[in-house]
């Protein structure tokens, strides 16, 4: 079945810095592809997907790109705050028409120092 | 819109006790999923539905039931609970329909069995 790895399992950085956080899949006819923000104590919220057809997604500091050959996909937060303070997950899915099940990434913790 | 809402928020079991976990969504979105999140696992699929009278097991199945009587309502049942099983449980909504695939998930239920 599918699998995704998620790295890393934790992350600190200046508040104003960059953050990348890289996930891999195993897969190939996964299409569809979340990423989810969980604040403590919260459910899990999406802030950006990307789509098999597509090499990037980019809404204001946060952006995804994907790679279909290496069956890789990242996500770069820019310019952190310390309210992206939180856990991260990557997931997989068949997406549209399917059973929309997710397969998620192990998470990691985002910590921004101000 | 409440969107998904779940109860209770916290609960304590006791070994071999059963218990049911309730979860509502008002969007009228066909899907619905249970998972469960233990701590550096991320988010494990128990079971989903993709309509009213249709259920399917999914990563983590065993010592849990689901049923599917109305579109709003998917509760999780748990049989003789186990140790194994303490873990905060989310549920889950989607609609599936016009390539919309975002899941919204519930605040969550915190269960421990002792």
């Known amino acids: 079945g599918e699998n995704v790895e998620q790295h890393p399992s934790t992350l600190s950085v200046q508040e104003g810095d960059s953050a990348v956080i890289k996930c891999t899949y195993s897969?190939?006819?996964?299409?569809?592809f979340p990423w989810y923000k969980q604040e403590l104590g919260k459910g899990p919220q999406l802030i950006i997907d990307?789509?098999?057809?597509?090499g990037e997604k980019k809404d204001q500091r946060i952006a995804v790109t994907l790679n279909k050959t290496a069956k890789h996909f990242s996500l770069h937060i820019t310019e952190t705050q310390p309210e992206d303070s939180a856990v991260y997950f990557c997931a997989a899915s068949h997406g549209s028409g399917n059973t929309g099940k997710l397969i998620f990434g192990q998470g990691t913790t985002l910590q921004v120092k101000p | 819109n409440a969107g998904v809402t779940q109860t209770p928020k916290f609960h304590i079991l006791k070994i071999g006790q059963s218990m049911t976990l309730q979860c509502t969504q008002d969007?009228?979105?066909?899907?619905m999923y249970w998972y469960r999140q233990d701590p550096g696992m991320g988010l494990k699929l128990i079971y989903y539905s993709v309509g009213a009278g249709i259920t399917d097991k999914g990563e983590v199945p065993n010592g849990y039931n689901v049923s599917r009587s109305t579109t709003e309502d998917f509760p999780l049942r748990l049989e003789l609970a186990a140790p194994s099983q303490t873990s905060v449980y989310f549920c889950?909504?989607?609609?599936?329909?016009?390539?919309?695939?975002?899941?919204?998930f519930g605040p969550g239920t915190r269960l421990t069995v002792l």
């Open positions: 969007m009228n979105h066909n899907y």
């Open positions: 990307i789509r098999s057809n597509v």
């Open positions: 889950a909504s989607r609609t599936g329909t016009g390539g919309l695939d975002e899941q919204f």
């Open positions: 897969d190939s006819a996964s299409n569809y």
